[in-house]
Structure formats: structure tokens, C-alpha cells
Nanobody, 119 residues
Framework: QVQLVESGGGLVQPGGSLRLSCAAS????????MSWYRQSPGKERELVAR????????NYADSVKGRFTISRDNAKYTISRQMNDLEPEDTAVYYC????????????WGRGTQVTVSS
């Protein structure tokens, strides 16, 4: 059974930093594109950052470029995201996603972790 477990969310003041992690199990981790999505109340889920299977390429939403960094450790089956200079607009539930590009039936989600940016 595939499991993706996010951790590291919480309350932070504007301008602060957080580091989110996602631990994966039950899948061949290095075959999956890994991504972070987020969803704010009343809004659709949006892609925040994505990293390729080998970790050599990462893509970011324009709203987080220069502030967020995604990374992965294929030996530990984890991905992380460092979030700096957080803004109230970054408040959302953040979800980890694993996507097997050759067959999109194999697409899995974590349960999410809440990030709240507020003074």
C-alpha cells in the first residue's frame, strides 16, 4: 500500500520560514515525479513545485519562485520543501503527490499538512 506522509506544517509569521517533508513508502520512489500542491479555502488545488525522478530538474509556480526550494532524497524515499519569506497568501493545506509518468493510474496523494502564515 502506497503511503505519503507530510510533516513540518504549522503557524509562522510573515517573512518566516518552514521546511515541509514527505515520507513515501510502498512504491519504487525513484520512478515517480514528486510534487507539492496546495489548496486554500475556496480555491482549487494548485501545483506549487515539482521535481523529476532523478531530482535534476525542478519547476515552480510563479508565485513561489525564488522563495521555495524542492529537493528529494531517493535513498531515504523523501522529498522536502524549504519555504522562505512566507506570505499570508501562502496559507494553505500542502499536499505531497507521487506521479508515475508512464501510467497516470499510479498517482498518489498524502493527507496534507496545514501551513498558516499570520502575525
Amino acid at each position: 500500500q502506497v503511503q505519503l506522509v507530510e510533516s513540518g506544517g504549522g503557524l509562522v509569521q510573515p517573512g518566516g520560514s518552514l521546511r515541509l517533508s514527505c515520507a513515501a513508502s510502498g512504491l519504487t520512489f525513484n520512478l515517480y515525479v514528486m510534487s507539492w500542491y496546495r489548496q486554500s479555502p475556496g480555491k482549487e488545488r494548485e501545483l506549487v513545485a515539482r521535481i523529476t525522478e532523478t531530482g535534476d530538474t525542478a519547476n515552480y509556480a510563479d508565485s513561489v519562485k525564488g522563495r521555495f526550494t524542492i529537493s528529494r532524497d531517493n535513498a531515504k524515499y523523501t522529498i522536502s520543501r524549504q519555504m522562505n519569506d512566507l506570505e499570508p497568501e501562502d496559507t494553505a493545506v500542502y499536499y505531497c503527490n507521487a506521479d508515475f509518468a508512464p501510467n497516470r493510474r499510479y498517482n498518489f496523494w498524502g493527507r496534507g499538512t496545514q501551513v498558516t502564515v499570520s502575525s
